[in-house]
């Protein structure tokens, strides 16, 4: 089954304690993205991938990271979380280029 | 800066009617315009998308209309039904100089209620 899965997908951390959240696409797809998404600002792109390790900021970038060494992974690192990054988070993946993303089940993240 | 503004941010429907959501956008490079359904729980789900080069686009009871000039583009869902109840999400991308868009930009989102 073509997807995009998330791990995990519900995590309570707290302030400071580094984490990941991983993100595997088994379409072959050339484009990841990972976006947060907060009630009343819709979907928010923190980082994006146009292939392998070809990474940009998106709109949100600050206090987190991303690599892509592989094609179908693309996780992301909060080195230092903190309770401003409580959010929910989706990973996404295309062919080829921002359009027509297959979305992920989401993470739903909470820093205390 | 919103670069698409979403409207309305909630709307209930009684089943059968038509709901419409719509969309304003200001940067006039943006070529690719989908609409997105999330259910609870779920992630987004691409619905339905259209290009400026046409006016209307329908896949079954999900029209899209696009006003160029207006830079205002809606979302139409014609007899709507208890299941079409989820959040519905407007986005815009433009096409970069590799031929391929770099972002998408989303709107604000409309949670929709279709009352049976």
């Known amino acids: 089954e073509a997807q995009v899965t998330q791990n995990p997908r519900y995590l309570i951390t707290v302030t400071g304690k580094k984490l990941t959240v991983t993100c595997s696409q088994n379409?072959?797809?050339?484009?990841m993205s990972w976006y947060r998404q907060d009630p009343g600002l819709g979907l928010r792109q923190i980082y994006y991938?146009?292939?392998?390790?070809?990474?940009d900021k998106g709109d949100v970038p600050e206090g987190y990271k991303v690599s892509r060494k592989e094609k179908r992974n693309f996780p992301l690192i909060l080195e230092s979380p903190s309770p401003n990054q409580t959010s929910l988070y989706f990973c996404?993946?295309?062919?080829?280029?921002?359009?027509?993303?297959?979305f992920g089940p989401g993470t739903r993240l909470t820093v205390t | 800066q919103q670069q698409v503004k979403q409207s309305p941010q909630s709307l209930i429907v009684q089943k059968g009617g038509i709901s419409i959501i719509n969309c304003a956008y200001e940067?006039?490079?943006?070529?690719?315009f989908p609409w997105y359904q999330q259910f609870p729980g779920k992630g987004p789900a691409l619905l339905i998308a259209?290009?400026?080069?046409?006016s209307e686009k329908k896949e079954g009871r999900f029209t899209i209309s696009f006003n160029k000039s207006a830079k205002q583009f809606s979302l139409h869902i014609m007899d709507s039904q208890p299941g079409d109840s989820a959040t519905y999400f407007c986005?815009?991308?433009?096409?970069?100089?590799?031929?391929?868009?770099?972002?998408?930009?989303f709107g604000s989102g409309t949670q929709l209620t279709v009352l049976p």
């Open positions: 991938s146009m292939n392998v390790e070809v990474t």
């Open positions: 986005a815009a991308s433009m096409t970069g100089s590799s031929g391929s868009a770099r972002q998408l930009t």
């Open positions: 379409m072959n797809h050339e484009y």
């Open positions: 996404a993946s295309s062919l080829q280029g921002a359009a027509e993303q297959y």
């Open positions: 940067n006039t490079a943006f070529d690719y």
């Open positions: 259209i290009r400026p080069d046409v």
